[in-house]
């Protein structure tokens, strides 16, 4: 018989970290969000929900997020260089890019970390047009930053684009 105690799946120790620094980074108290998340409350279950896609449906788009076996990982996407060569095909994690925005290291990109406008209206308008950060993410095999960011918003709720803000898809 086992009697080894089970351990937290790494996932949730993930996406807990990351909900924190989005409230961190927003300007919320931690104390409101390490409670939330202890005592299990709408907050903490919110920030955990299923992914879902937002405009427009195009086959980048219409990837999907697999939250049973990591609620960070975006199916099946084609990400195209700046010439419109396809340099990467398949899944895409955005937990380490979590996981780098949760310690505070920055990508050497000028705009990682910067405030973005949402001029492409794809996002749900907010009155504060401080409200959505936008993040890199690094696609294998190019010497560029290449097309792919990751956008924050203050209320915890976070898109990825895998081309350059034409699609955006909700992971949380």
């Given at each position: ?168 898809i909700r992971i949380k």
């Amino acid at each position: 018989m086992n009697t080894k105690p089970s351990s937290t799946p790494k996932w949730l120790w993930i996406a807990g970290l990351a909900v924190a620094v989005v409230l961190i980074t927003c300007g919320l108290g931690t104390m409101a969000l390490l409670s939330a998340a202890r005592d299990g409350t709408s907050a903490a279950t919110a920030s955990l929900a299923a992914p879902t896609q937002i405009l427009p449906p195009t086959p980048a788009a219409r990837a999907t997020a697999t939250r049973a076996a990591n609620p960070y990982l975006v199916r099946n996407v084609k990400v195209y260089d700046l010439n419109g060569n396809l340099a990467y095909q398949g899944d895409v994690d955005l937990g380490p890019t979590l996981e780098r925005i949760a310690a505070g290291v920055r990508d050497p990109h000028p705009n990682d970390g910067t405030v973005f406008q949402n001029r492409e209206r794809q996002l749900p308008l907010k009155g504060d047009g401080q409200y959505y950060r936008e993040y890199v993410v690094r696609t294998p095999g190019l010497r560029e930053v290449g097309p792919q960011r990751l956008i924050m918003g203050k209320d915890g709720e976070a898109y990825y684009t895998p081309d350059h803000y034409d699609t955006f898809i909700r992971i949380k």
